[in-house]
């Protein structure tokens, strides 16, 4: 079992930054990816960026060059710098981690942190 802590969720006026961090804890594994998914309502989650345990990195054109994740493996934690915001980036931001052991992969989420982006 993994668990998923989120914080630095919150309310910023467009044109503003927040800084997200979710630390796993658990059986976390030495191969994972790990990475920020949000949804609002009425829609379904939609992937923002992915970091996996090498470093590589892959985000939605959205928010290419105004997002940046990072990820911290002493401590299991990952950070996304959020910059420029848009009222569109408005979401239920949440952490995922998806944990490979051999051939098995499984999946686990944060219980998601609000981002409100005001005009």
């Known amino acids: 079992q993994v668990q998923l802590v989120e914080s630095g969720g919150g309310l910023v006026q467009a044109g503003g930054s927040l800084r997200l961090s979710c630390a796993a804890s658990?059986?976390?594994?030495?191969?994972?990816?790990m990475g920020w998914y949000r949804q609002v309502p009425g829609k379904q989650r939609e992937l923002v960026t992915t970091?996996?345990?090498?470093?590589?990195?892959n985000y939605a054109d959205s928010v290419k060059g105004r997002f940046t994740i990072s990820r911290d493996n002493a401590k299991n934690t990952i950070y996304l710098q959020m910059n420029s915001l848009k009222p569109e980036d408005t979401a239920v931001y949440y952490c995922?981690?998806?944990?490979?052991?051999?051939?098995?992969?499984?999946?686990?989420w944060g219980q998601g942190t609000q981002v409100t982006v005001s005009s």
């Open positions: 995922s981690i998806t944990v490979i052991l051999g051939r098995s992969a499984n999946n686990y």
């Open positions: 658990g059986s976390t594994s030495a191969i994972n990816v």
């Open positions: 970091i996996i345990s090498n470093g590589d990195t």
